[in-house]
């Protein structure tokens, strides 16, 4: 994205009268590691969100896969709004909301193979969320956890559909969860309840497509996708930092 787009982003939002900001936040507000809990956003990061929050007529959430106790840890000292597990559950002025109703009965089939595939892959592990299942790869050795996560999905495929569900295959992470949950149902349910003429979208994974997809023709959608890789986003950014910059400049 080049300085003209900075330039036309900012101005927007800035002549906006009423703002909606989405922004994920594993590789796209702070860099992913090999221990989780250690992904806090640092102090400028955490600044330019309060900032942003600050300003009127300005609603921003952070859009996460990750548990709602998980990123809550992460934000609890900002006030702001968070969807988190991928639009299960909200929150929203400081109340934690589940956004669907349903059994999870059928983890138990779901874990059984995912235990088979963490055998077979030193460093995976298994996380339990509310309404989903995620194995996480990124500690494995490269070659073996590629490998392994396309053999997974493939036994996946084989059972999830009479179980509504489906895999999200992300950075490093396959994930497991029902059917009728995602980001793009999510800022769908945001978007239907409030007319706004600035929209900003980020994201870095595969995750976010739904999203960006949900935005595609809309004029006054701004969807940029953070890192390589093909993606449904408008505009693409490199990095983190680019991220911040732009956040910064639409703060001041």
Known sequence: MDNKKYAEITERYKNATNRLILLDYDGTL??????????????????IIRKLVRNPNTELFIIT?????DIDRFLNHIP????????????????WKNQIKASNKWKKAIITILNEVSMRCPGSYI??????????YRNAEPGVGNSVSRELI?????VIHPLNLKILDGNK??????????????????????KYDFILSIGDDATDEEMFEFFLNKSFAFTIKVGEGSTSAKSKLN?????????KLMSA
């Open 30 to 47: 702070v860099n992913f590691t090999s221990i989780p809990n250690t992904a806090i956003l640092t102090e400028e990061i955490t600044m």
């Open 65 to 69: 896969g990750r548990s709602y106790d």
């Open 80 to 95: 702001i709004n968070i969807i988190a597990e991928h639009g299960a559950i909200v929150k929203k002025d400081g109340q």
């Open 127 to 136: 996380e339990e969320k509310s309404f989903s299942l995620t194995w996480h």
């Open 154 to 158: 493939y036994l996946l495929e084989k």
């Open 173 to 194: 992470v396959v994930e497991i969860l029902l059917d009728k949950t995602g980001k793009g149902r999510a800022v769908k349910d945001i978007y239907e309840h409030n």
């Open 239 to 247: 990095t983190i930092n680019d991220v911040a910059s732009l956040l």
